[in-house]
């Protein structure tokens, strides 16, 4: 089998579609003709509003200039996530994307900490600094020598339409139409797509960035589904933007556990977005919408919207002359904020095919489906422990879910952790061992035995090293300038 990409069409303007066509608008530039078909009678998705810290090289790699994207997407900058009520009602704990010292040997950070135990200084928090740029609400952009990385939250469909026009002006063309019709090919693969108005696109690669409707690989060429309910049980989410209320921005999305699922607050600029994520196993859908209502910072700008999702993806990403980015491909629960990085992940895997000047053959496939099959897996297995270390106990859901049967890979990784403080990494993990470790942390999740080499430090020492670096860190936080602040200047 060979495939050629000289016509490719990508079914689909969503965020992933217009991710797809800016991405290889810019990378094949003269090799192959990008097509997009959007139906604006269909609508996208919209939601996606908390990113991950990998689109700023997906940004750059297609040229984006922040401040112009910035301001064309309402965005503002995240440094990670606050969880509230996670494990027991009333705490709090933050992941970000910064790190915690070393993680191993006699200066470890964490194991010192715990060494110390109640004579430590401060929260562990405190040890990192984009925690405590977080927990103030400061921000700087950090430059590459930074210990710490930052995302953006952004109104998803201003994003898609500005990787509209970037995608175009590259020479990306667009077709607006409806899709009434997938034609196949003898060998199985897609041949063309009819449009409601008679017209016909034939391509050699067709890219499914159709949603949650799978059009090609799941209604076309009945890809079987892999189901991930038993571990993510969220089906439903309940969407509303309000009015943004206060003058300061918080840099980072907060994430509040409720009765049957969990609801996001992510700052933009010009609004607040609020939604509930909840399975219907536990909570119905008028109550859950109810919960969100009192959620909500300020007065609501729309109706709430509902959106209804299994969590899990397709069997393979990649059939015949089909591949699927996006939510055609699958959905993991948004809790950390990563469908667009695997968006990301599936253009790159993609372009690193597309580009190596080799035909691309069933080998090549395999490869690409075997990569996107792990990422997903890693990525359920780090959502799933965010709810399986839980103290809840307050409702079924909670009970459920600390009760589970976990994915094996996840529960290795836990017993790795709970006997020998080591935090295992399999490949394509989409969260290093440092994210890990902030879950463990904020969840009171520590190891049972002390490793013995941590003793090879003196205890005065350590003390001395944490209260150091907690200090070192306040100061150099304490310099910083308010997020809006710094927003409102590099906006200019
Ligand atoms: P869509 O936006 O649904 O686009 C599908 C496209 O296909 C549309 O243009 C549509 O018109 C077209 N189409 C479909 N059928 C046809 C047809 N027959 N003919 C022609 N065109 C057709 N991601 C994050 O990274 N961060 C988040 O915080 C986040 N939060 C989320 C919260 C919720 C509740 C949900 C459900 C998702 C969230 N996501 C988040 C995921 C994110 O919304 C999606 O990954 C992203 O929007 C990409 O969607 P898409 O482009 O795959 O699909």
Redesign the pocket.
Same mark, same amino acid.
């Given at each position: 089998m060979s495939i050629s990409f000289d016509r490719i069409v990508i079914?689909? +303007? =969503?965020?992933?579609? &217009?991710?797809a066509a800016a991405a290889l608008a810019t990378g094949l530039r003269g090799r192959s003709t990008v097509e997009v /078909?959007? %139906?604006? #009678? *269909? =609508?996208? /998705? +919209?939601?996606?509003?908390?990113?991950?810290p990998s *689109?700023r090289n997906y940004n750059r790699m297609v040229g984006i200039d922040e401040a112009e994207f910035l301001r064309a997407t309402n965005g503002t900058y995240k440094l990670g996530i606050q969880f509230c009520d996670w494990r027991v009602k009333g705490e709090h704990y933050f992941h970000t994307f910064g790190d915690f010292g070393q993680l191993g040997g006699p200066y470890a950070l964490w194991g010192q900490y715990r060494r110390l135990a109640g004579a430590a200084p401060g929260a562990f928090g405190e040890q990192c600094l984009p925690t405590v740029m977080a927990m103030q609400g400061r921000f700087v952009a950090a430059d590459d020598k930074a210990p710490y990385n930052y995302a953006y939250?952004f109104d998803?469909s201003l994003y898609?339409g500005f990787l509209r026009d970037l995608a175009l002006k590259r020479g990306a063309r667009r077709t607006e139409?409806?899709?009434?019709e997938v034609n196949r090919r003898p060998d199985g693969g897609v041949r063309s797509?009819k449009?409601?108005d008679g017209r016909e696109l034939a391509a050699d690669l067709f890219i499914d960035? %159709?949603?949650?409707?799978s059009?090609l690989l799941g209604k076309t060429l009945d890809e079987p589904f892999v189901d991930f309910s038993r571990w993510l049980p969220v089906d439903?989410?309940w969407?509303c933007p309000c009015e943004r209320t206060a003058s300061e921005l918080t840099p980072y999305?907060r994430s509040t556990a409720l009765e049957g699922g969990w609801a &996001?607050r992510?700052p933009l600029r010009n609004r607040t977005?609020h939604?509930h /994520?909840f399975s219907t196993r536990y909570i119905d859908e008028e109550r859950a919408r109810e919960q969100l209502m009192q959620q909500l910072d300020g007065a609501p700008l729309a109706e709430p919207r509902l !959106?209804r @999702?299994t969590t899990g993806h397709r069997a393979r990403f990649w059939v015949h002359n089909v591949v699927a *980015? =996006?939510?055609?491909?699958g @959905?993991l #629960?948004?809790l950390e904020?990563?469908? *667009?990085? !695997?968006?990301q992940s599936g253009i790159s895997r993609l372009m690193t095919l597309l580009t190596a000047g080799q035909p691309l053959d069933e080998q090549s496939v395999t490869h690409f489906n075997t990569g996107a099959v792990s990422q997903f897996a890693r990525i359920r297995d780090f959502i799933v422990l965010h709810y399986c270390l839980t103290a809840r106990r307050d409702s079924a859901l909670w009970r459920d879910m600390a009760a589970m049967e976990l994915p094996e890979t996840l529960a290795f990784k836990i017993e790795a952790w709970r006997r020998f403080g080591v935090l295992h990494m399999y490949d394509e993990e989409g969260f290093d061992a440092t994210s890990w470790l902030a879950i463990h942390a904020g969840m009171g999740h520590w190891p049972e035995r002390a490793d013995p080499v941590l003793q090879e430090l003196p205890l005065d020492e350590a003390l001395q090293a944490l209260t150091g670096r907690r200090d070192a860190v306040a100061a150099a936080v304490a310099r910083l300038p308010a997020h809006h602040t710094y927003l409102d200047q590099v906006l200019g």
């Open positions: 079914v689909g +303007g =969503g965020t992933a579609g &217009w991710m /078909v959007e %139906s604006e #009678e *269909i =609508g996208i /998705v +919209g939601v996606g509003e908390a990113t991950f *689109i939250h998803a898609a139409g409806r899709i009434v797509v449009l409601a960035c %159709s949603g949650f409707g059009l439903r989410a969407a999305t &996001w992510i977005g939604g /994520v !959106l @999702f *980015i =996006g939510l055609s491909s @959905f #629960e948004p904020s990563t469908s *667009i990085f !695997l968006i």
